[in-house]
């Protein structure tokens, strides 16, 4: 299910030469934090257009469809995602994600990663970060990237029915098994999965990857100049790190942050609301571990 052992008989250096993307570890793919261009432009679309799609992340896609898109990658085809059906999207990031040699997580942090399960929740926060920092920088950048992805769809989960729990069961295979038996993971995984989904800002940052705050600047921009059928819908959505009062005007968006064009984030008018006690949590988690923001 998550991958294959054994003797092939096939040249293994010869067949890591051919794959570009899937089977390979996340170092030799992702250097200086930067992740492939077909896994980040998949992501965005995801971000993007995922939300709205009933069912993203656990309706099936057709297979055919999605064993071309991904042989296509692996041999570096030119591939336009935005007009690949999004169930290949959500089904090959998964594939990406379960062919890993080693799980995303680390196969040798489940035990830690599980029995936090049995925390309180600044504890439990605590003790997961403990286990991000130890992460290779590139593991980290994949599930900072994947875990703002879920947390975006679980916010919008009246529209696709995929609440953090939903998600959670569905992707959960794909990040984290045990090194032996796989007997457990069904019950003890998904919790972990559905804390950091609902967390998620708490755990990495509250800052918005810079690719989805791109993607959604972009969109921003096409969705004012559409008019205000498309603007009461980009509210509904939501857009990120950007924060959006009730009204129907589009002169109405309050921007939480911004970047200029090297991507540096810079802040606008600070918002008048209260810091919540979830907020001033994560500012003295970032105080501990100032290199979490990567």
Same mark, same amino acid.
């Given at each position: 299910?998550?991958r294959?052992?054994?003797?092939?008989g096939?040249d293994?250096?010869a067949s890591?030469?051919?794959?570009?993307?899937?089977g390979?570890?996340l170092?030799?793919?992702?250097?200086?934090g930067?992740?492939p261009?077909?896994i980040?432009?998949?992501?965005?679309r995801l971000?993007?257009?995922g939300p709205?799609v009933?069912?993203?992340?656990?309706?099936?896609c057709?297979?055919?469809?999605a064993?071309?898109?991904?042989?296509?990658?692996?041999?570096?085809?030119?591939?336009?995602?935005n007009?690949?059906?999004?169930l290949?999207?959500?089904?090959v990031?998964k594939?990406f994600?379960?062919?890993l040699p080693? &799980?995303?997580? &680390?196969c040798?942090?489940? &035990?830690?990663?599980v029995?936090s399960?049995? !925390?309180?929740?600044?504890?439990?926060?605590?003790?997961?970060q403990?286990?991000l920092?130890?992460?290779?920088?590139?593991n980290?950048?994949?599930l900072r990237?994947? !875990?703002?992805?879920?947390s975006?769809?679980?916010?919008?989960?009246?529209?696709?029915?995929?609440?953090?729990?939903n998600?959670?069961?569905?992707?959960s295979?794909s990040?984290l098994?045990p090194e032996t038996?796989?007997?457990?993971v069904?019950n003890e995984?998904?919790?972990?999965?559905e804390?950091i989904i609902?967390?998620?800002q708490?755990?990495?940052?509250?800052e918005?990857?810079?690719i !989805?705050? /791109?993607?959604?600047?972009k969109?921003?921009?096409r969705?004012?100049s559409?008019g205000?059928?498309?603007s009461k819908w980009a509210?509904r959505v939501?857009?990120?790190g950007?924060?959006?009062r009730?009204?129907?005007?589009?002169?109405?968006?309050d921007y939480?942050?911004?970047?200029d064009?090297?991507?540096t984030?810079? /802040?606008?008018?600070?918002s008048?609301?209260p810091?919540s006690e979830? *907020?001033? *949590?994560? *500012?003295k988690s970032q105080?501990?571990h100032?290199?979490?923001i990567r």
């Amino acid at each position: 299910l998550f991958r294959s052992g054994g003797s092939s008989g096939i040249d293994l250096r010869a067949s890591d030469k051919m794959r570009r993307l899937f089977g390979r570890d996340l170092p030799l793919i992702i250097r200086g934090g930067n992740l492939p261009q077909p896994i980040k432009d998949m992501l965005v679309r995801l971000y993007r257009d995922g939300p709205t799609v009933p069912g993203i992340l656990r309706r099936s896609c057709n297979a055919r469809h999605a064993k071309e898109f991904k042989e296509a990658l692996d041999t570096g085809e030119d591939i336009n995602i935005n007009e690949t059906d999004i169930l290949v999207l959500s089904s090959v990031i998964k594939e990406f994600l379960r062919s890993l040699p080693d &799980c995303v997580f &680390c196969c040798k942090n489940y &035990c830690r990663l599980v029995e936090s399960n049995h !925390f309180e929740e600044l504890e439990r926060i605590q003790q997961i970060q403990e286990v991000l920092d130890s992460l290779p920088a590139a593991n980290y950048t994949v599930l900072r990237h994947v !875990f703002w992805l879920l947390s975006h769809i679980a916010e919008n989960a009246d529209m696709n029915s995929m609440n953090a729990y939903n998600i959670s069961v569905c992707i959960s295979p794909s990040l984290l098994w045990p090194e032996t038996s796989l007997s457990t993971v069904r019950n003890e995984v998904p919790p972990l999965v559905e804390f950091i989904i609902a967390q998620c800002q708490e755990v990495f940052s509250p800052e918005l990857p810079i690719i !989805f705050r /791109q993607g959604e600047e972009k969109r921003l921009v096409r969705v004012q100049s559409e008019g205000d059928g498309k603007s009461k819908w980009a509210r509904r959505v939501g857009l990120g790190g950007m924060k959006l009062r009730n009204s129907s005007s589009s002169t109405d968006l309050d921007y939480g942050e911004s970047t200029d064009e090297t991507g540096t984030s810079t /802040q606008s008018t600070p918002s008048k609301e209260p810091l919540s006690e979830a *907020t001033t *949590t994560t *500012t003295k988690s970032q105080t501990l571990h100032p290199n979490r923001i990567r």
